[in-house]
């Protein structure tokens, strides 16, 4: 094991080398070096993020020292982009930082394609008129960045992830296992067939695979009823009783194990609903020279799909076994049928990759044959998740939705409402509520802009009382494409260490 093996190694035990060499490539962008800024940026600058540049005008104040842990007391009176960035750049070698000492504004207004050199943006406590600026360029851009929105008011928090689109293969579900029992492909029904339950010993009839059990029953359940597999609760039971009938003993686990896949084994392989929307999304049926690797390679297994005659109508096989108790060696021999098949169908989807490249101009084999195979793999399990844009949500609201989330009681849902009214505070008075003198007169105002935006989704402003307005791992998620990040906006609250997520 190399040392950077050595040094990443937990974390490539979670996203993989991909997941790995996705965030060595990421190059981020956060505005402000806040508290909680710098607390998101030293979350990644840990695991090997690329490349990090921070911009802030501001220069480093006695509060920030107080408060933010990357900060330090020689800091005093420096910009605070470049305190930051040396600071957490010292947490790994392998991190390039980078650090820009103006206002956010300033320097697009300098230069309008400023955010294109970045793959996420990272905003941290900017006013709403910022973030909408923000978010619009990060949305429109030819190849749209991730934004993510993070602000903090005293106990509570919220993050709103901001893109059209995000395409996840890799949603690492529990269980990738395919064995197709009910649809077995020839060289498996041939190796279920190898198997002679009568003359084998007590210790290899101990051993059979259970999936040739499984096989062997199954096949001899459709036999005596017209090809059909069981369907109902009383079939299953049935077929149950017959495997357990083979049993030499009680001791015959692997006959157990059959068992107790029968109800999973009974349900029919077919390709996922979900997996079928992807299949008939307009971006899968219309692609083009500047369609993303996923809607092509989705497209290829589509046509895979469709093809009856080498697919059977169904997904790519994964590959993948569970753990069963068996013979090394009968093992062994059933892995590398499910291997060589899965092999065979990540050939057939190759094939069709390379056909729509050339169909849309672009050069066979620019998608890498690793990248077909973690797809097909994954296969049953894409995610494509579309979030709203910043702009629908302040005038498109979901106004019935919201009524409902706040109908719930203790509802999450009314920090939400509260943090939107501070965004409209800080454009009346040029600050947050709690930062001036007199509290109990921020409070009314508060509570006003609350019942002003209550008020225009046609809320009863009475839903939330005046002693209310009293009260990362989702960026690596966004770089790496794997797992399934929130949809869209997260709350904390830390006064009662409850948080949700709302897609507002």
Known sequence: MDAKTQKYDRQLRLWGSGGQQALESAHILLINASAVG???????????????????????????????????????????????????GELNEDVSGHWVAKDILSALTENPSFLAQFSMVVASDISRQVAEKVSSLCWTNQHAIPFVWVKTVGLLGTARLILPEHAIVETHPDNVADIRIDNPFPELSNYAKSFDFNTQDTLEFGHIPYVAILLKYMEEWKQ?????????????????????????????????????????????????????????????????????????????????????????????????????????????TLQSIYKTKAKQDVQEVSKLVDAVLESLGRAPGSIASEKIETFCKYSAFLKVIRYRSLEDEYTQPKTKQIASWLSEEDSLFAQYVLLRASDSFFD?????????????????????????????????????????????????????????????????????????????
């Open 38 to 88: 710098c607390e998101i940026l030293k979350n990644l600058v840990l695991p090997g993020i690329g490349q990090f540049t921070i911009i802030d005008q501001g220069t480093v104040t006695q509060s920030d020292i107080g408060s933010n842990f990357f900060l330090d007391a020689d800091s005093l009176g420096k910009s605070r982009a470049e305190r930051a960035a040396e600071l957490l």
């Open 224 to 332: 005596e009823h017209d090809g059909k597999i069981p369907g109902t609760y009383a079939e299953k039971n049935q077929l149950k009783a017959n495997i357990r009938s083979g049993m030499r003993s009680g001791d015959d686990e692997n006959f157990d194990e059959a068992i107790n896949s029968v109800l999973r084994s009974c349900q029919p392989t077919a390709v996922p609903s979900a997996i079928k929307t992807i299949f008939s999304d307009p971006k899968c049926e219309t692609l083009n020279p500047e369609s993303s690797d996923f809607w092509i390679l989705a497209r290829a297994v589509r046509d895979f799909v469709n093809d009856h005659g080498k697919s059977g109508g169904l997904l790519p096989l994964s590959g993948t076994i569970p753990d069963m108790k068996a013979q090394t060696d009968s093992y062994v």
């Open 428 to 504: 009346d008075h040029g600050r947050y509520p709690g930062e001036g003198n007199d509290w109990e007169e921020d409070v009314d105002h508060l509570h006003a802009n609350v019942a002003t935006l209550l008020q225009s989704w046609g809320i009863d402003t009475d839903v939330i009382s005046k002693d209310q307005t009293h009260e990362i791992q989702e960026v690596i998620k966004l770089i790496t494409h794997q797992y399934i990040p929130m949809d869209n906006t997260f709350i904390f609250d830390g006064a009662r260490s409850v948080s949700a997520v709302f897609a507002v």
